[in-house]
């Protein structure tokens, strides 16, 4: 009986390996749905690898498509999708606690440690309120989304239609997918269509910024309301780093982007929509409300970066995220001074952050280039064009630059893995191989050497 405890123990998965099968599973699931013959259009259903592709999307709520949502997959298809998206945006590990919560099982002490990883809570104590208050809030604010733009969305395609366009658009937007159903106007035109309408190109950015700040930001935000000197560092940084994130592209795109000649005949209100739009939804959403090949280089360049950035922690979007950016910079500012600690809002931040921090970006910085210098070399495509992709995909966004559909099969796997990596996190992947990796207490002697 020892011996088959002592067994059982060691096939127990880690919090970190649970999320990341549990993400997998969905994906296959998923996929294996989309592959049914009346989940396409034609009747035919899709071939596993282009529902693969697909599913890897929607669950890791990126939004790269090789086939255009609209024209190409039938009402069940799209249900699916916006299915798989709602588990990506909220968690797999959120949706599983919340069915065995509503079911009126008992919550373990295990379950309470995944889902705390999951949405990158403080501390276990007062998950399960968490987990109910997260569920509260995605699906207020996914109606109220619809709710909004349904009387826009209906006088463009009648009653029935208008609603689920409503609806399907709303939950994109707070879970950050970037998926749209645009493709009867034109295939792959996104929102471009809506970019001079104040209510689709003033509620979607919305319902990103919403779903981008994470939960536990809003649960202080519900808490404290207007108190700020009572939040937690991590609420102060992310919303700190959110409206500079959003203010200063915007400013770039509206006096620079958008006062080139190309743009000459947009007028003044649409020009301040979309330059608002534009610096909103490459974290990490993918819609777009004007032609991104348009754009100079440096706008491109520009995007690619807020691509990389991504949300914030414990939110429905992916990146490396508005506190390892925020980490890095007040990083650079200690050294800067000759601080042997990293501060923020009166407070000192664990040097282990600032390490994970260091690691994460590395990380994505290194796959976001392999994976463009790969795709560039087997597809013959301009370097930046394929770097735009990478990071559209490792950044778990979706915006495009048409070359996706065209893409050979070891690209698409290439795409396939950074958006799984992507939403899963770098830690957390890292995490989940090494759980059995013992901790080394030992310490080697020390050498300097010399950097930067």
Not at 180 to 198: E, Q, R, V
Not at 264 to 285: C, H, K, N, W, Y
């Amino acid at each position: 009986m020892g011996l088959q405890g002592l067994l059982l123990k060691k096939r127990r998965l880690s919090s970190f390996q649970i999320i990341l099968f549990g993400f997998l599973l969905v994906i296959l699931f998923g996929a294996l749905l989309l592959t049914l013959s009346f989940a396409t259009r034609d009747g035919l259903g899709a071939s596993f690898s282009d529902a693969l592709f697909t599913s890897t999307s929607a669950v890791c709520v990126t939004g790269l498509v090789i086939h255009d949502t609209a024209s190409y997959w039938s009402l069940f298809g799209q249900a699916v999708i916006l299915l798989l998206i709602q588990i990506g945006g909220m968690g797999v590990v959120t949706v599983a606690i919340s069915i065995a919560i509503v079911s009126g099982k008992k919550i373990g002490l295990m379950q309470r440690s995944t889902m705390q990883e999951a949405i990158a809570a403080p501390q276990v104590g007062g998950i399960v309120r968490l987990t109910g208050f997260v569920l509260k809030t995605t699906f207020a604010v996914e109606l109220i989304g619809a709710a909004v733009m349904a009387p826009v969305f209906i006088r463009d395609f009648g009653a029935a239609k208008g609603t689920w366009y409503a609806l399907f658009h709303s939950i994109s937007a707070f879970c950050n997918a970037g998926f749209d159903l645009m493709g009867l106007k034109a295939p792959f035109s996104s929102l471009t269509a809506y970019s001079a309408n104040p209510v689709v190109s003033l509620t979607i950015p919305t319902l990103i910024v919403v779903g981008g700040i994470g939960f536990l930001t809003w649960d202080d935000i519900k808490t404290n309301r207007l108190h700020l000197s009572k939040y937690r560092m991590q609420s102060k940084v992310i919303l700190s780093t959110t409206a500079a994130l959003i203010i200063l592209p915007a400013l770039y795109f509206y006096f620079v982007e958008f006062a080139a000649p190309v743009w000459a005949d947009m007028p003044t209100g649409e020009r301040v929509l979309s330059s608002v739009f534009q610096s909103i939804t490459p974290r990490t959403a993918g819609f777009n409300t004007v032609d991104l090949t348009a754009l100079s280089e440096p706008g491109q360049i520009l995007l690619t970066i807020l691509m990389l950035i991504g949300g914030s922690p414990g939110s429905t979007a992916g990146g490396m995220k508005t506190t390892t950016l925020a980490v890095l910079l007040f990083t650079a500012f200690a050294v800067f001074h000759k601080r042997d600690d990293t501060c923020c809002f009166g407070r000192r931040i664990a040097s282990e952050t600032v390490k994970y921090a260091a690691v994460v970006s590395m990380m994505y910085l290194l796959l976001f280039l392999l994976g463009g210098f790969l795709i560039s070399s087997m597809e013959g495509l301009p370097m930046l064009t394929c770097l735009f992709e990478t990071a559209s995909a490792i950044g778990t966004v979706g915006l495009s630059l048409g070359i996706t559909p065209g893409l050979g099969p070891a690209s698409r796997l290439i795409l396939i893995l950074l958006m799984y990596f992507g939403r899963v996190g770098g830690l957390t992947l890292i995490f989940a191989v090494l759980s059995g990796t013992k901790e080394n207490v030992s310490k080697l002697p020390q050498e300097k050497i010399t950097v930067g």
